[in-house]
T-cell receptor, first 116, second 114 residues
Framework: KAGVTQTPRYLIKTRGQQVTLSCSPISGHRSVSWYQQTPGQGLQFLFE???????NKGNFPGRFSGRQFSNSRSEMNVSTLELGDSALYLC???????????????FGPGTRLTVT | GDSVTQMEGPVTLSEEAFLTINCTYTATGYPSLFWYVQYPGEGLQLLLKATKADDKGSNKGFEATYRKETTSFHLEKGSVQVSDSAVYFCALIVPQGGSEKLVFGKGTKLTVNP
């Protein structure tokens, strides 16, 4: 079974631009979560989608948005990029249909975004 | 709010040494607890998990026991190898808003020397 894939793996953007990152979950998984990883803040939750609906959102500004398609693939978009958005963006998928506290999340390799 | 506190790194050990990485948590309700590992240049891999008090998670020689009385989930391995060099993250799942989000500790970098 193929794992979680993320594209692109590396991106360099300029301040003020926008960027779209893509995530393909494990086949059969309907939940996709996004996390931002930085040296200073560590791993922080961005949002989670299930069946094309955003179920939960972290404490990030509205410049960060996402969506999920009918095939469970997900994209996240960051508009008006700032230097502080430079980070590793990780996508995770799980089979969770209901809140159980037991779902295992499987992570992709991440997209390394550098904003100059 | 819900949080995870891990011992500060980095941790440097010699091969075959005993490893302990401390992890304590604060959570409302009864979270599930996880250890993830991140090798250089890669995403996170689930190492082990425990979903209720006194559960012991184990994988690849690593173990951690869910201790509700001390709100802890310390990671241990009896004999580390060079290939165990990585960053280890303790995490909990908090059911929130009808979904689940992982709350992570800051991570502990482990280096094992031959």
């Amino acid at each position: 079974k193929a794992g979680v894939t993320q594209t692109p793996r590396y991106l360099i953007k300029t301040r003020g631009q926008q960027v779209t990152l893509s995530c393909s979950p494990i086949s059969g998984h309907r939940s996709v979560s996004w996390y931002q990883q930085t040296p200073g803040q560590g791993l922080q939750f961005l949002f989670e989608y299930f069946s094309e609906t955003q179920r939960n959102k972290g404490n990030f500004p509205g410049r960060f948005s996402g969506r999920q398609f009918s095939n469970s693939r997900s994209e996240m978009n960051v508009s008006t990029l700032e230097l502080g958005d430079s980070a590793l963006y990780l996508c995770a998928s799980s089979f969770a249909a209901r809140t159980s506290g037991r779902s295992e999340q499987y992570f992709g390799p991440g997209t390394r975004l550098t904003v100059t | 709010g819900d949080s995870v506190t891990q011992m500060e790194g980095p941790v440097t050990l010699s091969e075959e040494a005993f490893l302990t990485i401390n992890c304590t948590y604060t959570a409302t309700g009864y979270p599930s607890l996880f250890w993830y590992v991140q090798y250089p240049g890669e995403g996170l891999q689930l190492l082990l998990k425990a979903t209720k008090a006194d559960d012991k998670g184990s994988n690849k020689g690593f173990e951690a026991t869910y201790r509700k009385e001390t709100t802890s989930f310390h990671l241990e391995k009896g004999s580390v190898q060079v290939s165990d060099s990585a960053v280890y993250f303790c995490a909990l799942i908090v059911p929130q808003g009808g979904s689940e989000k992982l709350v992570f500790g800051k991570g502990t970098k482990l280096t094992v020397n031959p």
